[in-house]
Structures are given as structure tokens and as C-alpha cells.
């Protein structure tokens, strides 16, 4: 018996570090931050003005938005 | 104990019924709301008002009363409303929705009671506290701007609270709707 709740906990342990886990929770991490404070990641796809875009630097200064090339990063919310 | 929380079940179910009541009694008097003068003896408006503001503080009393009687019912509420409002704002992918769906949260769990308020404040206090330690620990937000936005969604979830444990039969879709952009305003 004991056996199966190793088992069971290395599958746990295996899934929170395994690399899709972690790929998955930067994405949500990275979506959360976007829709939140407005500072969004190239590549993630977000609304502008009702418009879904992709964020990257072209899309960013279309829209009129502060593009920040060091982080790759688009500010597209007016606070 | 279980005969005092039947006791208690009917007042609030007899209580129910005399704003039942009210309700009607001021439907009856709201025709002859301002239409005397101050000094004139049919003049009903200072009694109507009383009448008024009583009425809706015992629906809050009411409200808080059933959400303590009935607990888990009102705990699992809340965090219902907070994980629903939560997946329709990531499913929007609009961030100019945020305060609206924070308030809005808020003002659900708020409607369960004084403990769907107060799970409500725990839950977004939670939340604050771990979206400024992310965004400051991936470095892509400065110290000054996490902070900033976690003020920003608080007074959006006070705001939610508030109205909430106030309008405890009104739709918050629609108790929030200024919170909502420009954009979406529009029906």
C-alpha cells in the first residue's frame, strides 16, 4: 500500500517540476500579469482598444503604446 | 443548538415576510412622495424615508443572519463567484475589464452576508499579495508600479464590497457597470 503513495507522490513532485508545468504556469503567470497591470509579454495575444492583437513591437506602437525593449515588453493600459 | 438554529431559520423566514409587507405599504404610499408641502399634515415624505432606509437595512441584517446560519454555503459561494469572475476575465483576454470583474467578484461574494464580505476581503488580499510578489519577482514590474496597481484593484474590490452587502437583490453586472471601459459600455 505504502508503495502506491509513493508513487502517487512522486507523480505529483514529477508534475510540478516537470517542464511543461512549468511552461504552463509561466504562461498563466505571464497572461495574469498582462491582464492585470497591463505590462504585457511579446507574444501573448490581448485586447486593445476590443481589438485582439499579439503583443510585439510593431502591434504595440500601432496602437500607440510604450513598447520596453529590454523586458520585450508592452505597456498597454492608460492607469 | 439545533433547535436555536431553527428558531432562528424562522425568525429570519417571519422577518422575510414583514418586509414582504413593507414592501407592499410602500408601494401603496409612493404616490404621495413629494407631492405635499412640509407643513402640510399629508405630507408622508420624512416617514416614507424612514420607512425606506429601515427596510433595506433589515434586508442587509437578514442577509447577514442567513450567510451565518448557513456557513459553508456562504464560504463556497464566495470563492464560487471569485473563481467564475476570475475565468471570464482571463477568457476575455481584455485587461480593461479587470476592475469591472474584480468589483464585480466582490460584490457577489458581499451579497452572501457579512462572511461572504468578509471571505471576500481574504480571498483578494490573497490574490494582491501574490500577483506583487510575481510581477516583482519576474522584474518586469518595478516596486513602486505592483504596488500602485494593488491599490488600484483594492479600492475596485471595496467598491464591490460595498455595494454588494448594500444591494444584496440587485444583479452585480449591473451594480458594477461604471467600473466597466468606454468601449463596453455600450449594450
Redesign the interface.
Known amino acids: 500500500m505504502k508503495y502506491i503513495y509513493v508513487s502517487i507522490i512522486f507523480l505529483i513532485v514529477f508534475t510540478f517540476f516537470s517542464e511543461e508545468f512549468k511552461q504552463a504556469y509561466d504562461a498563466f503567470v505571464n497572461l495574469n500579469m498582462c491582464i492585470d497591470t497591463g505590462i504585457c509579454n511579446e507574444g501573448i495575444k490581448t485586447k486593445i482598444d476590443g481589438v485582439l492583437i499579439e503583443i510585439n513591437e510593431e502591434n504595440c506602437k500601432k496602437y500607440k503604446k510604450i513598447w520596453n525593449s529590454e523586458n520585450s515588453t508592452c505597456i498597454i493600459k492608460n492607469n | 443548538m439545533e433547535d436555536e438554529v431553527s428558531s432562528i431559520e424562522n425568525i429570519v423566514s417571519h422577518t422575510g415576510d414583514t418586509i414582504s409587507e413593507l414592501d407592499e405599504n410602500l408601494n401603496g404610499l409612493i404616490s404621495e412622495y413629494g407631492m405635499h408641502l412640509p407643513e402640510c399634515e399629508y405630507n408622508i415624505d420624512n416617514d416614507f424615508e424612514q420607512m425606506y432606509a429601515q427596510k433595506f437595512e433589515l434586508k442587509i441584517l437578514i442577509n447577514d443572519i442567513s450567510g451565518l446560519i448557513t456557513p459553508l454555503q456562504s464560504i463556497l459561494g464566495s470563492i464560487n463567484s471569485f473563481v467564475n469572475n476570475y475565468i471570464d476575465?482571463?477568457s476575455?483576454?481584455?485587461?480593461?475589464m479587470?476592475k469591472f470583474y474584480h468589483s464585480k467578484a466582490n460584490c457577489e461574494a458581499a451579497q452572501n452576508g457579512i462572511l461572504g464580505s468578509a471571505v471576500a476581503k481574504g480571498l483578494s488580499d490573497l490574490k494582491e499579495l501574490y500577483?506583487s510578489y510575481?510581477?516583482i519577482h519576474?522584474?518586469?514590474?518595478s516596486k513602486e508600479?505592483?504596488l500602485?496597481?494593488s491599490a488600484?484593484?483594492q479600492k475596485a474590490n471595496r467598491e464591490g464590497r460595498t455595494r454588494g452587502r448594500n444591494y444584496p437583490d440587485c444583479d452585480c453586472a449591473v451594480l458594477m457597470w461604471d467600473l466597466r471601459p468606454a468601449?463596453?459600455k455600450q449594450k
Open positions: 476575465l482571463l476575455e483576454r481584455d485587461g480593461s479587470d500577483d510575481t510581477y519576474t522584474h518586469k514590474v508600479e505592483a500602485a496597481d488600484r484593484d468601449h463596453r
